[in-house]
C-alpha cells in the first residue's frame, strides 16, 4: 500500500474518527472540516493517486464511495436536507492526498455551486 497518510488510517496506523467501513470503502472525519458534516471516503483496497489515474476496469469504485456517502447521509439523517459530494483532482483542485478520495459535505446550507 502507498505510504499516505490515508494508507496509515486504514493499515490503523495513525487514529481517525471513522465513521462508515466495509469490505472496499472507509469513511472518517475530516480533520479540517468545511461544513458541519466533513467525512471523507476512500477505497480501502486500491491506492490511486488521483482520479486521472483510475482505469476504466476501477471505475466501479468511484460508484462504492458514492453509494457509501449516500448510505452514512441517509443513515444519519441528513440526507432529506441534502448534501454535496467532491473529488478534487490533482493540487490546482485542492487535491493534498494522492489517494482518491470522495468529500461528503453538509449539515447546513452550502450555497449554490454551478449552474445545475
Do not use: W
Request: charged share 20%; hydrophobic share 45%; net charge negative.
Amino acid at each position: 500500500m502507498t505510504d499516505t497518510i490515508f494508507g496509515k488510517i486504514i493499515r490503523r496506523e495513525i487514529p481517525a474518527n471513522i465513521v462508515y467501513e466495509d469490505d472496499e470503502v472507509l469513511g472518517f472525519k475530516d480533520i479540517a472540516p468545511q461544513a458541519p458534516v466533513h467525512v471523507l471516503f476512500i477505497p480501502k483496497n486500491d491506492v490511486i493517486p488521483t482520479l486521472d489515474d483510475l482505469q476504466p476496469s476501477q471505475a466501479h469504485l468511484v460508484g462504492k464511495l458514492a453509494l457509501a456517502a449516500a448510505e452514512y447521509a441517509r443513515r444519519e439523517g441528513f440526507a432529506q436536507n441534502g448534501y454535496r459530494i467532491v473529488m478534487n483532482c490533482r493540487e490546482d483542485a485542492g487535491q493534498t492526498v494522492f489517494h482518491i478520495h470522495l468529500h461528503l459535505l453538509a449539515g447546513a446550507p452550502l450555497g449554490h455551486f454551478g449552474a445545475a
